[in-house]
Every structure is written in structure tokens, then in C-alpha cells.
């Protein structure tokens, strides 16, 4: 098991920019598929966009792909979400999530999950 706590999440205006800390408990933190989902207010949970934890290769959905960028760090038990070019409609509570074995976008096969922080992108 791994314990996630995220940070960072704010109000911003429209074109700004937010990073999101999620930071992870562990030693076997860098065996872990990490993930970051958002669900909005009457929504279904989003996949954003992950990271492998081999190659730390990241992959994002389509709609986020551009503007925001992940990362982590394996040493600091890390994992980062740089969002730019915010818009209204990335107002969500953002979550980082974890799990053993190959990469998903499904929220269902994600086991350990932090508690969220909210971000909300004013026009």
C-alpha cells in the first residue's frame, strides 16, 4: 500500500498556471504506476494523464495534452502536475492515484487514492 497526499490546488484566473504536489508514503513508491484524475461537480471521475514508473515516460489525455505536463521523482517520493493555460474547465477536484502493474485509465483499477485538492479556474 501506498499512502498519496496532494497540494497546491487554488484559485486561479483563466490562462494561469497551478503545480500540484502529490507526495507519496512508502518504500516501494517507485514500483507504482502513478495517475492524476479530476472530477468536476456532477461528473464522473477524469483520467488527466500519468506516468509510467520505469521509464517515466508520461502519457495525457487528449484534452489536457499541451498544457499540462507530469512528472516525478522517484528519490522524493513525488510526483508533480504542472497545469498552464488554465481554463474554466479544468475546475475539478484534482486526485493523484497509484497502482501496481501496467498503466490504466480507469478509475476502477486505481486502489490507492489521496484526498483531492480543488482547483478553480475563474473566467
Known amino acids: 500500500q501506498v499512502q498519496l497526499v496532494e497540494s497546491g490546488g487554488g484559485l486561479v484566473q483563466a490562462g494561469g498556471s497551478l503545480r500540484l504536489s502529490c507526495a507519496a508514503s512508502?518504500?516501494?513508491?517507485?514500483?507504482?504506476?502513478m495517475a492524476w484524475f479530476r472530477q468536476a461537480p456532477g461528473k464522473e471521475r477524469e483520467f488527466i494523464g500519468g506516468?509510467?514508473?520505469?521509464?517515466?515516460?508520461?502519457y495525457y489525455a487528449a484534452s489536457v495534452k499541451g498544457r499540462f505536463t507530469i512528472s516525478r521523482d522517484n528519490p522524493k517520493n513525488t510526483v508533480l502536475l504542472q497545469m498552464n493555460s488554465l481554463k474554466p474547465e479544468d475546475t475539478a477536484v484534482y486526485y493523484c492515484?497509484?497502482?501496481?502493474?501496467?498503466?490504466?485509465?480507469?478509475?476502477?483499477?486505481?486502489?490507492?487514492w489521496g484526498q483531492g485538492t480543488q482547483v478553480t479556474v475563474s473566467s
Open positions: 506516468i509510467t514508473w520505469s521509464s517515466g515516460a508520461p
Open positions: 512508502g518504500r516501494t513508491f517507485s514500483s507504482y504506476h
Open positions: 492515484a497509484a497502482r501496481l502493474g501496467s498503466p490504466s485509465l480507469s478509475p476502477r483499477d486505481y486502489a490507492n
